[in-house]
């Protein structure tokens, strides 16, 4: 579960976050709409500490999530996100851009991560 407490988050004197609360429980999907510049990104990056926020505290299955690396990196390994806009790497094929985090990771060995990375590709249309 995800837990925020009161996140706010300014940029000088422009404030985005004002005060979230929210729960998210484990295998729940959330979708967060809104019109742009209202902060919905912003959040997200607040979430996984990508922009640490202002105030408030960030919450990862009972353990507060700070900006240690040792914590963070576990923390981020656990954590799925997808951004509007989302940076490929443009020397890599579309298989190697997929199967990177599993591999690196080390949740799955290369042969598992193409078995999968190919089979999802497929699924969607994109395998040729």
Do not use: W
């Not at 979230?20 to 996984?48: F, H, M, Q, Y």
């Not at 960030?58 to 690396?69: A, N, R, Y």
């Amino acid at each position: 579960m995800i837990k925020l407490n009161n996140i706010h988050k300014k940029f000088g004197d422009l404030h985005v976050l004002k005060g979230i609360d929210e729960e998210i429980n484990k295998g729940e999907v959330l979708a967060i709409i809104g019109p742009s510049g209202s902060g919905k990104s912003t959040l997200l990056r607040c979430i996984n500490f990508l922009e640490p926020p202002c105030d408030g505290d960030v919450h990862f299955e009972g353990k507060l999530i700070t900006k240690d690396s040792k914590i963070l990196n576990s923390y981020r390994q656990q954590i799925g996100m997808v951004f509007q806009q989302f940076n490929l790497f443009p020397n890599k094929t579309v298989l190697e851009n997929i199967t990177m985090a599993p591999i690196l990771l080390k949740k799955y060995s290369t042969e598992e991560a193409n078995e999968i990375g190919l089979a999802l590709l497929e699924r969607i249309g994109l395998l040729d």
